[in-house]
């Protein structure tokens, strides 16, 4: 290589080494008698000096240098007088006999430092240059580790890296589909895939017994804060098991990343059961950090002639702890948060709990002290505390209670990024069903098993029955999903008569993995787990973009290289378009 070391590895050990440096000019500073300049690399920042009594010459052409010019550099190291604690290099500096410059640059639309100038977009357009800035950098580097040492975990445990392909069938069933148009077939199209899962099941039908990848899977939704049109999976999948191996195997997966990426211990997973992540959490991807566990009030608060309770389907209230001195300002605003289009509750209940004991609510008209007192209980009130209600509609109040729950959790500093909790979320329902369709849809996907112990109400209800499904859920985010498969080729077509497939139209769509099912299929599952999520979440950011190296903007664009981007009328009379 043209360098001796990288600029971030010289230490207090190197002094009066020759070496050569290699890398871009972040910053100069002309003190005059001598210019210091900060090199950067990948590894890091190692400060140049150039000397004006020593070598002139060479100090001025060192004033010459623009920002993220490309260097390379002979020089002496040295110990500084005036060390930095901040950087690894800090403690010395090299004394520079000779530089070359490799090539020049124009200046940077943006500061290229940790802090910068540049927004959103102009550092998307100049995503190479953004990368070069420490924090981008570090992402992609935490990024290739967690990748690494999933390999690691999934390798020592027998599983084999597979690639399926990228051009597969378009299915109607899922997200909605991208689509290539396919020239040798005019007319026809492949379509991009939403994850590997049917290809992962024919390669268990094949034997491969422990197959996991790293894959690229795409979706064409409407692009949300935190969604990307293309994201990566850990794809796995695994014959001959149970659930109870599954949620083994990938504990293990999660506990080893947890200790390889961040030296943390996450101990066993908890495990909850969706019906209660439900009645408790308001959602089934709980975070767990904080209790505040959601309590219903239901028979407590009936037939007081308090019509909002009275009529309400649902009545659920949360606990803030220490909160009972919150201003009227203060609740007026939670009010204001809950009434938010939204959310859409009508508003907002409270009672204090005071320090001294007595309990003052919003709606003392209603209730007296000894049915507050039993609030208190049911939400475990001490003292000091402030208790929070919502009534409404049965879906929509759990949802805002959810939502209030986060917030408050939020507000009282419960949410650190620095800890982590972890827990399964199992026995899924099977099915939901969908007012805008008028039919059942597959909760997890059609290939997911029902329950044993609930296979018989599959005919007559089958909104009651279970599905052998998992989650993983990781502070309030789902990191992980999969389930038990069905491999049994009359449950899979009843799956889809259920899902309103005619048999035709199923076989038509999936007529592939249903015949393979006759050809001895072993009884199989698997999990996927969001590879972009867990990356931000181990390097605690909020969004995925920041650990993927060339992401999309919300619109779905890539605003780097202008994509996506018309086509000359040619290729398109050429995939039959036109
Ligand atoms: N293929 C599923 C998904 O993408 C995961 C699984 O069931 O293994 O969500």
């Known amino acids: ?44 920042i190692t400060q140049l000096v150039f000397n004006m009594d020593s070598l002139p010459h060479l ?23 005036n060390k930095n604690a901040k950087i690894a290099t800090g403690d010395i500096e090299i004394i520079v006999t000779s530089f070359t410059v490799l090539n020049a640059a124009v200046l940077p639309p943006f500061t290229i430092e940790d802090q910068t100038d540049g927004g959103d977009d102009i550092r998307m357009k100049y995503r190479y240059l953004d990368i070069r ?13 967690v990748a690494a040492a999933t390999r690691t975990y999934l390798n020592q445990q027998q599983f084999v890296e597979v690639e399926t392909p990228v051009l597969i ?29 049917t290809f992962k099941q024919l390669l268990m039908v094949a034997g491969m017994d422990k197959y996991y990848q790293i894959v690229k899977c795409f979706r064409d939704e409407d692009l949300r804060a935190d969604r990307q049109p293309e994201f990566t999976q850990i794809d796995c999948e695994m014959s001959f098991v149970s659930q109870e191996d599954i949620l083994e195997t990938f504990e293990g997966m999660i506990r080893h990343l947890f200790q390889e990426v961040k030296g943390i211990d996450i101990g066993t997973l908890p495990r909850m059961t969706y019906a209660d992540a439900m009645k408790y959490y308001g959602n089934d991807k709980p975070d767990i950090r904080f209790d505040m566990r959601i309590a219903e009030f239901g028979d407590l608060v009936h037939g007081k002639n308090f019509k909002v309770f009275d009529d309400a389907e649902l009545v659920v209230a949360i606990c803030a702890k220490g909160c009972s001195e919150y201003t009227r300002k203060q609740l007026d605003e939670l009010t204001d948060w809950v009434k938010r289009p939204q959310l859409g509750m009508s508003g907002l209940v409270y009672a204090r709990y005071g320090k001294d004991g007595s309990i003052k609510s919003s709606v003392d008209k209603f209730y007296g002290p000894e049915e507050l007192s039993r609030w208190m209980q049911a939400c475990q009130a001490e003292p000091g505390d402030l208790v929070l209600i919502l009534a409404g509609n049965e879906h929509k109040t759990r949802k805002a209670m959810s939502e209030l729950r986060l917030e408050m959790g939020e507000r009282l500093g419960y949410r650190n990024k620095d800890e982590f909790k972890c827990l399964w979320v199992l026995d899924f329902p099977l099915l939901e069903w969908s007012e805008e369709t008028s039919r059942w849809h597959a909760m997890h996907h059609p290939f997911t098993s029902p329950k044993p112990d609930d296979f018989a109400n599959l005919a007559t209800d089958p909104g009651s029955v279970r ?30 008569q259920l899902l309103g497939f005619s048999p035709e139209d199923a076989q038509a769509q999936f007529g ?61 009379k050429e995939l039959g378009l036109l």
């Open 1 to 44: 290589m043209l360098r001796t070391h990288t600029c971030g590895e010289l230490s207090l050990l190197d002094v009066n080494k020759k070496v050569t440096l290699c890398g871009w000019l972040q910053r100069s500073r002309d003190l005059g008698g001598m210019t210091f300049i900060d090199l950067r690399d990948r590894y890091g």
């Open 59 to 81: 100090c001025e052409a060192a004033r010459k240098l623009g920002r993220e010019f490309v260097l390379e550099v002979e020089g002496t190291v040295a110990e500084r007088s």
């Open 133 to 145: 800035r420490a924090p981008v950098r570090d992402a992609l580097l935490l990024r290739a580790k």
């Open 169 to 197: 069938k378009s299915t109607p069933e899922g997200a909605r589909d991208f689509v290539v148009p396919s020239r040798m077939n005019q007319g026809e199209f492949y379509a991009l895939p939403q994850s590997p899962q």
């Open 467 to 496: 599905a052998n499904a998992y989650d993983m859920v990781i502070n309030g985010v789902e990191v992980g999903g999969g389930s038990i498969r069905i491999h049994n080729k009359e449950i899979q077509q009843q799956m889809f």
């Open 512 to 572: 592939f993995l249903m015949n393979a099912f006759e050809f001895g299929a072993p009884p199989h599952g698997g999990i996927a787990f969001g590879f972009d999520r867990l990356c931000s979440l181990f390097g605690g950011a909020d969004s995925i973009r920041d650990y993927i190296a060339f992401p999309k903007n919300n619109a779905g664009r890539d605003v780097m290289i202008d994509s996506p981007s018309a086509i000359s009328i040619e290729q398109r």
